[in-house]
């Protein structure tokens, strides 16, 4: 008995063996294959601001009462049950019941980001994370301009700054309401982001006082956004106005007033009136911006300027002056003010123009044109409307008879040419028929046709 014992002592030892790891592979099948009894964890992912509150829920569907408890990324037990291990006051019980955990974790830092853990007790247990995001906006939004004061026609450039954001943030630039487009680069320092965008913008006139902004796109924060208003110095706009005669002719005997008014930035300091190639005559009045010529005459013909200067640059405007007859009584077309740009940069801008305005005007108020090539060409004066018409009748006079003279000579040309052509040839004479055959030079005279005999029968007689 007992030799038939011991040898099967060792082989129920080794089958004992044999099962054991399949007993351990069954187990860790169980333990990762949730029972089919229905239940199981529910959460969402959470994304909050810095200094923020999120709330982390732990939801169990078919709950049959067992235990839920939710942990750190650590590991660390934060609540189980209603009941908080954990020693950070930061997190609060929000509520509790057989089928939800929820927590709530108040100012939130960039070191509570990560995973955490919900866990219901069951048989096996089962687990689920939900992960917390955290955003930090820009600490600090800056425009920083390379020069405070421009001058129209330069280019400026402006940096915009948005510094330790969370993702890196999207930089927009706008001038007024026009969007702009600018150049950003990105440097990371640790788990933040300095965000610069170069804007390059060249201004004129027309941009001093208008607001440069810098705008953010951060899920974050909402319309932040920064802005410096442009200041830009630009040359004199100069306009003539007529004072007198408000409308019509201006006749001979009648005075003439002339006011100019100049707008720039800096307001210009020096205004003075000429004549355009010539002297001014004695008798014009020149008051600081008002010229006065209290008895016109044809003299007085010509060309006024304006010039305003300041410590941009000087511009001017013309008036271009005729003096009719007093028994005229046809109205011109257009007054005699011109203002022909001092340089390309001019017409870039738009800021010149032909028209007259109020005395009381103000720059804002002040009509801006700009001018094209054909409108350069054409430059109005106080005769444009009788002498423009005159001129224009005699052109075509003058060119109808040129014209017909012109055609006259053509059809000359062409009959001469004709007669010529029929009259181009060679031609036979008969004064030296018959000489072939005398002896010599008396009888070959005797004997032609033109000759002696001949000439007989030509005579006439008289009686």
């Known amino acids: 008995m007992a030799g038939r014992a011991q040898p099967s002592g060792p082989a129920g030892s080794g089958g004992a063996r044999g099962l054991l790891p399949l007993l351990l592979l069954l187990l860790s099948a169980a333990a990762i294959i949730p029972r089919g009894d229905g239940q199981n964890l529910v959460t969402e992912d959470v994304t909050v601001v810095e200094g923020d509150v999120a709330t982390i829920s732990c939801r169990v569907k078919n709950s049959d009462d067992s235990v839920i408890q939710l942990l750190n ?71 920083d301009i390379q020069k405070e004061i421009a001058v129209e026609g330069e280019e400026i450039e402006l940096n915009c700054t948005a510094m330790a954001s969370r993702p890196a943030t999207t930089i927009r630039w706008f001038k007024g309401n ?45 319309d932040l956004q920064t802005q410096r208003y442009l200041e830009v110095m630009y040359k004199p706009q100069v306009r003539v106005s007529q004072n007198y005669p408000v409308q019509g002719l201006t006749r001979e005997g009648e005075p003439l007033e002339l006011t100019c008014a100049a707008f720039g930035k800096p307001q210009p300091t020096d ?51 005729f003096v009719y007859d007093t028994t005229a009584t046809t109205e ?14 001019e017409l870039d801008y738009g800021d010149l123009s032909g028209t007259a305005v ?21 430059r109005p004066d106080s005769r444009a409307g009788e002498e423009g018409a005159i001129r224009s009748v005699d052109h075509a006079v003058v060119g109808g008879v040129v014209a017909v003279v012109v055609f006259a000579m053509l059809c000359l040309l062409i009959i001469l040419g004709r007669y010529f052509a029929r009259h181009k040839g060679t ?18 005279i005797i004997n032609a046709e033109g000759g002696q005999n001949n000439s007989e029968e030509k005579k006439e007689y008289f009686i």
């Open 271 to 321: 205004m003075r009136w000429l004549r355009v190639d010539d002297e001014m005559p004695q008798h014009v009045v020149v008051s600081g911006s008002n010229l006065l010529i209290s008895n016109l005459n044809k003299t007085d013909n010509g060309t006024y300027r304006c010039e305003a200067s300041n410590a941009v640059g000087k511009s001017h405007a013309d008036y271009m002056l």
């Open 178 to 222: 026009k969007e702009l487009t600018g150049k950003s680069e990105v440097e990371q320092w640790s788990d933040m982001y300095t965000v610069t965008s170069q804007l390059v913008l060249k201004v004129g006139r027309e941009d001093d006082g208008v607001p440069v902004i810098c705008l953010v796109d951060h899920p974050a924060v909402k």
């Open 358 to 378: 109020p005395l009381n005007a103000s720059p804002e108020a002040l009509p801006t044109v700009q001018l094209s090539n054909a409108s350069l060409a054409f």
């Open 73 to 143: 990324p650590n590991r660390q037990t934060i609540y189980f049950r209603d009941f908080r291990p954990l020693k950070d006051s930061r997190f609060q019980l929000v509520n509790f019941s057989n089928s939800e955990l929820r927590v709530s974790l108040t100012n939130v830092s960039i070191s509570d980001e990560g995973r955490y853990f919900c866990q219901l007790y069951t048989d096996p247990p089962q687990e689920i994370y939900t992960t917390i995001t955290v955003l930090v906006p820009p600490r600090n939004l800056v425009i």
């Open 427 to 444: 031609y036979f004479t008969h004064e030296a028929k018959g000489a072939d055959d005398a002896a010599d030079a008396d009888t070959a």
């Open 332 to 345: 011109p077309a257009v007054h005699g003010f011109t203002q022909l740009p001092n340089s390309a940069e």
